[in-house]
C-alpha cells in the first residue's frame, strides 16, 4: 500500500518561509495524484495544493488562500513532493499532510485515499 511521510515543519516568524517534504512509497507517483492539506485545531480540513497530472510537477491547483505564496512540486526520481510557502502568516498555522489520490488537482479530503501523518506549522507574530 501507499506510504507517505512528511517532514519540515516547525515554528517560523511571519513573514518567513518554509519548505515541506513528503517522502512517497514505491510507485505512488505512478498510481496517484498528490496534494498538501492542512487542519488548524476546531477546523476542517482544507486542500491547499494539488498536483494536476502524474508527468513531471506541474500543472497545479491552489487554494485562493495561499496563492502567490505557496508552490507544490514533485520530483519523480526521488519520490518526493514539496510544498514550498513563503511569506508565511499566522492563520497558516496547522498541521500539514500529504496525500494521495485518483483525482488529480482535486483540493477536496474526500477524494484522497491515503495520507501521511501530518508535519506541525507554527507562524508565531
Known amino acids: 500500500q501507499v506510504q507517505l511521510v512528511e517532514s519540515g515543519g516547525g515554528l517560523v516568524q511571519a513573514g518567513g518561509s518554509l519548505r515541506l517534504s513528503c517522502v512517497a512509497s514505491g510507485r505512488t507517483f505512478s498510481r496517484y495524484f498528490m496534494g498538501w492539506f492542512r487542519q488548524a485545531p476546531g477546523k476542517e480540513r482544507e486542500g491547499v495544493a494539488a498536483?494536476?497530472?502524474?508527468?513531471?510537477?506541474?500543472?497545479?491547483a491552489y487554494a485562493d488562500s495561499v496563492k502567490g505564496r505557496f508552490t507544490i512540486s514533485q520530483d519523480n526520481a526521488k519520490n518526493t513532493v514539496y510544498l514550498q510557502m513563503n511569506s508565511l502568516k499566522p492563520e497558516d498555522t496547522a498541521m500539514y499532510y500529504c496525500?494521495?489520490?485518483?483525482?488529480?488537482?482535486?483540493?477536496?479530503?474526500?477524494?484522497?485515499?491515503?495520507w501521511g501523518q501530518g508535519t506541525q506549522v507554527t507562524v508565531s507574530s
Open positions: 498536483i494536476k497530472t502524474t508527468v513531471g510537477g506541474t500543472p497545479t
Open positions: 496525500a494521495a489520490g485518483p483525482a488529480g488537482g482535486c483540493l477536496s479530503a474526500v477524494q484522497y485515499n491515503f
